[in-house]
């Protein structure tokens, strides 16, 4: 299916159109496992309602072809192991179909005499398909096996409920880059207005981009260049005029509308100089997604309904961006940060060891976090953290590189 889903450091209105083209291909069905075979490795769907809606009638039952995600998801539902059944998809479709079909519509025997014994039963379950239409005669894509109690937040509807509470906050923002996933959408926003020195938690800081290996893998994982160009041109190298060591208050929220992660929003503080986030994971705001439970054939909440849903999400939108970014929550914590940032680090190679051993690296980001704590040559606490979180700018994975940022303000206060 000929589908943008991933980008990664877009421009606002960028994402704002992909998720636009999206919410225009998808289809959300609650189906019996009844409805659902494996064949050839995809999921086959029979017995469904066709679709009404403003693009016309959409036949729903055929052939669906899961996502890596998807994989995950049907795995977890029907307790086989995800890399095996991802592998048995991709090598052994035959396995796959196998397994899956065999738990989805359990194993009966007939006798001599007719009668039937059922040795396995049938899952008796309905779950929750979340599905892009299939374009010009192809397959359609399977995005997601979830529960049929998943609460739907969509990414398109969250990042307008996000946008309505930040204006009803009256506060003047940037949104600085979004990426999208097939399993999650991520968006760091900051406040140009709301920035306070932090001279001891950048002292003697350097951009680590300045260095055109650092540069090329950040620019490597970034496939809106559009946005890169822009980003490049504003950064410049170290600290010139309007670039000095000031920290900016800022905030992410993130969604999954696949049962990857719930909707979050977390304060964070942004470095301009190196866009460098140093997010406080233990002040996010989290929405787990679970509604009731839903009758099968098409998803079509009530207005009412999902209303109801974002207008919770906008208010706590606006409650926190109205607290984080104020001055005088910016000021206590880059004092609190401040006082743990002037650590000395000694010895940089054993200090990444044992901290990545400490917060569950990997080897490759330990020697890259190492890479970047050089480059930058802050041989502090500080120091650290902002090797992380430059070195999560080259991460592929946005996901990931959000996991490393909220760690990096944990490995400055382990270092002594």
């Known amino acids: 299916m000929s589908l943008t889903t991933t980008v990664r450091n877009a421009g606002f209105e960028h994402m704002l159109s992909m998720l636009r083209t999206q919410n225009a291909a998808k289809i959300d069905v609650v189906a019996p496992a009844t409805a ?16 009404v809606d403003d693009h016309g009638v959409t036949l729903v039952d055929g052939l669906y072809v899961p996502t890596a995600v998807a994989d995950t998801t049907i ?13 048995m998809r991709t090598e052994r479709p035959d396995l796959f179909d196998a397994n899956v079909n065999g738990l989805l519509h359990g194993k009966s025997k007939r006798g001599a005499d007719g009668t039937v014994t059922t040795i396995h039963p049938a899952d008796s379950r309905s779950f929750l398909l979340r599905l892009f239409r299939g374009q010009d005669g192809e397959a359609g894509v399977l ?3 979830l529960s ?37 959408m991520h968006c760091k926003v900051y406040s140009p207005t709301v920035e306070r020195l932090a001279p001891t938690l950048l002292a003697g800081y350097r951009n680590p981009f ?4 650092l540069e090329a893998e950040r620019q490597r994982v970034t496939t809106d260049l559009d946005t890169w160009r822009r980003l490049a041109a ?9 670039s000095e060591p000031v920290v900016f208050a800022g905030f992410r929220f993130s969604n999954s509308e696949v049962g990857s992660g719930s909707v979050t929003l977390k304060p964070e503080l942004f470095v301009r100089v190196c866009r460098n986030g140093l997010t406080l994971p233990a002040l996010a705001f989290r929405k787990v997604h679970l509604g009731q439970r839903m009758e099968g054939g098409m998803i079509s909440w009530s207005q009412d309904t999902v209303k109801k849903q974002l207008d919770v999400i906008a208010a706590q939108a606006r409650d926190h961006v109205r607290e984080w970014l104020s001055p005088a929550f910016l000021a206590r914590q880059v004092a609190t940060l401040e006082e743990q940032a002037g650590a000395p680090v000694t010895e940089p190679q054993a200090t990444v060891q044992v901290l990545g051993r400490e917060l569950g690296f990997t080897e490759a980001e330990r020697e890259g976090v190492l ?17 992380i979180t430059s070195y999560s700018q080259t991460v592929a994975d946005p996901a990931r590189a959000d996991s490393l940022d909220d760690l990096a303000l944990r490995a400055m206060a382990l270092v002594r």
């Open 36 to 51: 659902l075979r494996a064949r050839g490795g995809a999921i086959e769907l029979s017995g469904i309602e066709p679709v």
């Open 75 to 87: 795995a977890a539902k029907l307790g086989i192991g995800s890399k095996y059944l991802r592998f």
């Open 143 to 145: 995005r997601a096996l």
């Open 148 to 184: 049929d109690r998943f609460g739907m937040v969509d990414n398109l509807d969250l990042l307008t409920a996000v946008l309505d509470g930040i204006r009803q906050a009256d506060a003047q923002v940037e949104i600085r880059s979004c990426d999208l996933t097939d399993s999650s």
């Open 210 to 213: 300045a260095n055109p290996e």
């Open 234 to 242: 504003a950064e410049g190298q170290g600290y010139e005029p309007g």
């Open 371 to 387: 890479r970047h704590f050089i480059a930058a040559a802050q041989p502090t606490a500080a120091g650290i953290a902002h090797a």
